[in-house]
């Protein structure tokens, strides 16, 4: 296996450019999927609490269903910091159509970023494992919950959901395997796109979503 030197680059527009030349010169099957995939989207997400709220009222329901949820979350509680999320009980979440857990969760979150217990500041100076182990040392925040956030909204350029399921269904087509591949197999595969596999998880999610839009057409 390939050795890459770790480096700490934001993945903006130059750096994402930058990193998907190298993959596709890596191999022949990226270069491919970056075909397929045709110019990626702006997914930068703001840093902070919302964010990190947003990441987590998303999981496992349609982009439609979190919306929904989304918008009557902030028509009741207006802009979502810790303080408006405290001032209601986890009841009044869940009737907003949060699930009781997910209302646990992101309420207790807002009560460790007010203790001190999470710092979604300090992190920034924090390597990526020391910056995963921070944000799931948080009830309800889950490995792919802190990789989401980490990627999206530091703009981290190595960092890899490999449990995404998405994730996995695009290396599936990508590299005509015969299964999805599992979370520890496509971190696996993964390491080979060091130190860009930012960039890599960028690029097979927006092959999921082509493959998508194919299967609607």
Known sequence: MAKHPAI?????DAALAKALRALSRRDKRLAQAIRFAGPLPERSLSRGFATLAKIIVEQQLSLAAAAAIQARLEA??????????????????????????KAEYIQ????????????????????????ITHLTAIRGIGPWTAE??????????????AGDIALQAAAQFSFDLPGRP?????????????????????LLWHVYRRLKEQNRS
């Open 108 to 131: 207790g979150i807002a009560g460790a970023l007010q203790t001190g217990d999470l710092d979604l500041v300090r992190i920034r100076q924090l390597s990526d494992a020391e910056a």
């Open 76 to 101: 009741e509680i207006g802009v979502v910091t810790p303080d408006t999320v405290l001032s209601r009980d986890v009841a009044h979440l869940r009737a907003l159509g949060l699930g009781a857990r």
């Open 148 to 161: 989401v956030y980490l990627l999206f909204a530091e703009g981290r350029s190595d960092i890899f959901p």
């Open 182 to 202: 599992g979370t520890d197999a496509l971190r696996e595969m993964a390491e080979d796109w060091r130190p860009w596999r930012g960039a890599a998880a960028r």
């Open 8 to 12: 700490s680059v934001t993945l903006d």
